[in-house]
């Protein structure tokens, strides 16, 4: 897919989109269902892009770190495609939910086969599965956002994790519905401490767009090497798309245009293939707990650039 020519001047652009993002201030809540996480500052902004050459762009607090949340489900996903020989899609569907991202009325229809990788229920069988592969799924990310980010001092806040651990009744009960259905290879314990682990991942928009960057670059690392054939890259970014801001996934396409993959500590990873990685976050969330400003900013950036994946 071509994206279209327009304007190269990605601080501008960045602007652009941080003044979208101001305009929404005092809209929407921060997330207080994870009680350490309703602490972040909700007039907090930040935008990092990472081009597919190198070049690397910011505004705002694109060097804080926030807690990257269900953003990490994109990145657990990616690891375990990269098991070539491994049987993910057997244990996960690929189709939008249409429901809450900790909705469990559809595992029970489905018969214990999350709808896709980014709800949590899916999540936790991606994590399971990761862990089978790693011994520590949430390390493996960890290990791997280092890696793409070039930052060592990336880790998981255990404040955090200790949080979700103990607020964590709905997790627990996809976990165990999962499990009753033979579809974790893991103790239901193990997956949901690495689980809120991975979620617990504090990060920056620097550190994410870079991270992000291998879907844009069609399966290479930062490093050049190869972390998946390109196909499996443009398989990500179409359950990005579809799937990538649950119940809010046709209005994200509708407008920012991009495959992205949203977090309720208010950050958005979104890809434009061929040419750049983008990361926007601001901690106030719209009713279905995705970032009013991240979004409003992706939404001027696509909007003023022309760049799109339509
Ligand atoms: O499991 C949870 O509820 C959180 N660790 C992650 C949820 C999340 O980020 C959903 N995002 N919009």
Redo the contacts with the bound molecule.
């Keep these: 897919m071509q994206m279209t020519s327009g304007p190269t001047d990605y601080q501008e652009l960045l602007h652009t989109a941080m003044a979208a993002a101001e305009r929404t201030a005092g809209q929407g809540r921060v997330a207080d269902y994870?009680p350490a996480l309703a602490t972040a500052d909700p007039n907090a902004f930040g935008m990092a892009l990472a081009t597919v050459d190198g070049d690397l762009h910011g505004v705002g607090d694109w060097e804080q770190s926030f807690s990257v949340?269900?953003v990490s489900k994109l990145f657990s996903l990616a690891l375990v495609l990269t098991h070539r020989e491994h049987q993910l899609w057997r244990g996960v569907g690929r189709e939008p939910s249409g429901n809450p991202?900790?909705s469990l009325v559809q595992l029970e229809k489905e018969n214990g086969i999350p709808r896709n990788p980014f709800i949590?229920a899916g999540a936790l069988v991606v994590t399971d599965r990761l862990q089978s592969l790693t011994g520590d799924a949430a390390g493996a990310v960890r290990d791997f956002l280092r890696q793409e980010s070039g930052n060592p001092l990336l880790d998981t806040d255990p404040v955090v994790a200790a949080s979700?651990a103990e607020h964590g009744h709905r997790?627990a009960a996809l976990a165990h519905f999962i499990a009753s259905h033979g579809n974790l290879e893991n103790p239901v314990e193990t997956v949901l401490d690495r689980y809120?682990a991975q979620?617990s991942i504090a990060a920056s928009c620097r550190d994410l767009a870079l991270a992000g960057r291998f879907l844009a670059r069609h399966g290479l690392r930062a490093d050049g090497s190869r972390l998946m054939p390109g196909s499996d890259a443009k398989r990500i970014n179409a359950v990005l798309l579809t799937c990538g801001a649950?119940d809010a996934a046709g209005e994200f396409a509708f407008r920012v245009g991009l495959p992205g993959k949203?977090?309720?500590g208010g950050g958005i990873v979104a890809i434009l293939p061929g040419r750049a990685a983008v990361c926007a976050w601001g901690p106030s969330l719209d009713k279905v707990?995705?970032s009013v400003a991240a979004v409003a900013a992706l939404d001027a950036f696509t909007t003023a650039s022309g760049w799109s994946v339509f």
């Design positions: 994870i949340q269900s991202f900790n949590n979700e997790n809120y979620c649950y949203s977090g309720v707990g995705n």
